[in-house]
């Protein structure tokens, strides 16, 4: 079992950055990798970026180059910087578990709570 902890939401005005953290404890002999997804109200819940454990990463088209996924694996904490934030990334973000394979995230089912980030215009 894996569990996850979500931190490092909150307000900001577009344009503005916040830096979120998924804490991750436990062990499951599939998973290799943490991913970000958001959900906006009303909206499914979309891929936003992930890190294997080896560092391969992979992003969403709406946020590359102003997302940063990274990992501490000393602290088991996955990080995403957000930077030239738009009133679009308003979403609850949930770090999940999942495997990093030839480009491509296979998220399981292993989720945190959510941490809501709001961006204003």
């Known amino acids: 079992q894996v569990q996850l902890v979500e931190s490092g939401g909150g307000l900001v005005q577009a344009g503005g950055s916040l830096r979120l953290s998924c804490a991750a404890s436990?062990?499951?002999?599939?998973?290799?990798?943490i991913g970000w997804y958001r959900q906006a109200p009303g909206k499914q819940r979309d891929f936003v970026a992930a890190?294997?454990?080896?560092?391969?990463?992979k992003y969403a088209d709406s946020v590359k180059g102003r997302f940063t996924i990274s990992r501490d694996n000393a602290k088991n904490t996955v990080y995403l910087q957000m930077n030239s934030l738009k009133p679009e990334d308003t979403a609850v973000y949930y770090c999940?578990?999942?495997?990093?394979?030839?480009?491509?995230?296979?998220?399981?089912?292993?989720w945190g709570k959510g941490t809501l980030v709001t961006v204003s215009s």
């Open positions: 999940n578990a999942g495997r990093l394979a030839y480009n491509t995230y296979n998220g399981m089912n292993y």
């Open positions: 436990g062990s499951a002999g599939s998973v290799n990798a």
């Open positions: 890190v294997s454990s080896l560092g391969s990463t």
